[in-house]
């Protein structure tokens, strides 16, 4: 992959991790405020993985496990479908 190719995955990836650290947080703590333990725990696992691909994905990327270009644009898909599922179940009021 090219220099130009991880810089805007890079990119991608932080300003997704910055999205889902941010309105996440407080969209799963307005959850919990409204839903029962199960859920919100449900909830917060899901966040957590949300938050920890994105790592993960920025080491693949940048140590060379992640060179073919179709792989690496179906990793940074990861997110966005995680990011969607989250915040259309969890995190609907992300209102401080």
Same mark, same amino acid.
């Given at each position: 992959?090219?220099?130009?190719?991880?810089? =805007?995955?890079?990119?991608?990836? !932080?300003?997704?991790?910055?999205?889902?650290?941010?309105?996440?947080?407080?969209?799963?703590?307005? !959850?919990?405020?409204?839903?029962?333990?199960?859920?919100?725990? %449900?909830?917060?696992?899901?966040?957590?993985?949300?938050?920890?691909?994105?790592?993960?994905?920025?080491?693949?990327?940048?140590?060379?496990?992640?060179?073919?270009?179709?792989?690496?644009?179906?990793?940074? =898909?990861?997110?966005? %479908?995680?990011?969607?599922? !989250?915040?259309?179940?969890?995190?609907?009021? %992300?209102?401080?």
């Amino acid at each position: 992959m090219s220099i130009a190719g991880g810089i =805007f995955a890079t990119f991608f990836i !932080f300003f997704s991790f910055t999205w889902a650290l941010l309105p996440g947080g407080f969209g799963i703590l307005n !959850f919990k405020k409204k839903h029962g333990a199960l859920l919100y725990f %449900v909830g917060k696992l899901l966040w957590l993985l949300l938050l920890l691909i994105h790592p993960i994905i920025l080491y693949a990327l940048w140590n060379g496990l992640l060179n073919n270009k179709e792989i690496v644009f179906s990793w940074l =898909f990861i997110p966005l %479908v995680l990011q969607i599922l !989250f915040f259309t179940i969890f995190a609907r009021d %992300v209102g401080t």
